[in-house]
């Protein structure tokens, strides 16, 4: 969930810009945005200064109207910082409709929020072409900040470089080069690419895989949950906890409350280990529109925690990495028909979970991901991966009713105790408990009121840039 969290989030951003005072040094590894705001809010220009910032111009945010300020302004002078920490609260249903609203806002002044970039299809060689490994790779590791944006005022947007990743990412970024292309390839054989390695000639991602096993390379395949990290802010040299909330509609056993989530990010993550290439790769649809194979270089911040859901090595293994290159195929495809779909299909064409649920339906019977929002209307045309899209428990439905086990699959950590907020872990205690004794209530099913709609969908609209100059920056 990369994208719709990360501009709603730019909204904190504009604010943070503009003035700061040291924090109190404690042991927590991670800040809530709470603290920070109210560091911040000390500044007494503060209000009016974010106010300019945000009512200049459209392309740096400034879309929001007279209400919206005020309430903004209310918020801050009222010193009611601890919203911030579940911002904003949207249901699944709620979500959809803002970017929806979002997207037409960009429809509307002929910009689709993303940069002109070349189509994935593009990368099909028209005729036949033969190319070796081409690993090791030539290429410098990227430097340690060359990810983060200096903010002012000792604030930094981005991630941080992992230097273990880093050594190796010049052969991760052939290696996923290679794997996109060949995932490319046409089904009638027409204008494949081919990669030659020990004597064969290999046209599929599976064909590469299997010959590098073969060659003595380990091979593993991990699913692997996250909590999105949409802020990607560091203040004081300390991470800022970020995530976006998402109201389940699932009530909180004794209180009047419903289960408010920090929405997971999940990826399969392709580990490879042998005496040529030395490559750690992830597959997800991103932000950036693109359902492909990505280098992996960055590390994350602490409290996205992580756990790996299955492993998989073997025959499995190359099964994952054969059906990863289908759905590679599959998503091309369907933008190429839908040129129309705002920002890159994000959400109509689902979020990172739902490529993911497709392989862990394949690979495991059923899904533990949530949410899950694509619209099976683009996908009829796409035999395996229509099939996989259409067999979804979608969330996005406008009568769906939140998965309380799906839910718990998508969290990051085997134990609760581990989750970085006190008040999310009570309440996930609470709902696990009345679970397993058979006594949860049934979730409501509620929608986001049009005014908050508005204001969400004006935010991801006018703020979608912000984001865009971190995926700009890993081309």
Known sequence: MMGLGRAVSALILSGILLCSVPLRADEAPWLPVSQVMSELARNPDFVEALYRRLGRDPKAGGILGPDEIKRLREMI?????????????????????????????????????????????????????????????VGTPPAPDAYLRPLGFRLEAGDRVDPALAERYADGLRLAELLNRLSLNAPDGRGRHRVVLDGRT?????????????????VEVRDSRYFANFGDLIYHGRDVLTPFWIDTRLPVPGTDRNLLVPVSHSQHELVVRGPVVNADLSFYFGIDGQAVFRPSVTRDQAWVMGRVAHRYRGEEAMEVIRLAGVIVRAYDAIKRRHP??????????????????????????????????????????????????????????????????????????EDLAALPLPSLREDFEK?????????????GVGDVSLLGAVAAGLLVAGLWSVHLWFVRRRR
């Open 77 to 137: 002078l009222g010193k009611d910082f601890e919203g911030l920490d579940r911002f904003p609260g949207l249901t699944v249903q709620g979500m959809g409709r803002s970017v929806r609203l979002a997207g037409a806002m960009l429809d509307q002044s002929g910009d689709d929020g993303f940069p002109p970039q070349p189509a994935a299809a593009e990368a099909v060689v028209e005729a036949a072409a033969d190319e070796g490994l081409g690993i090791p790779a």
């Open 202 to 218: 290999l046209d599929t991602p599976r064909a590469l895989m299997e010959t590098l096993a073969l060659g003595g390379h380990d």
């Open 340 to 413: 129309e779909l705002p920002f890159g299909g994000y959400y109509a064409l689902g979020v990172c979970n739902d490529v993911n649920a497709m392989i862990e339906l394949r690979m495991r019977g059923e899904t533990t991901l949530f949410p899950l929002t694509l619209d099976p209307q683009f996908f009829t045309d796409e035999g395996e991966v229509g099939r996989l899209a259409e067999s979804l428990p979608l969330d996005s439905r406008w009568r769906a009713v939140a998965d309380p086990r799906r839910i718990l699959g998508s969290l990051p950590v």
């Open 431 to 443: 709902v696990r408990a009345a679970l397993e004794s058979g006594r949860l209530p049934r979730p």
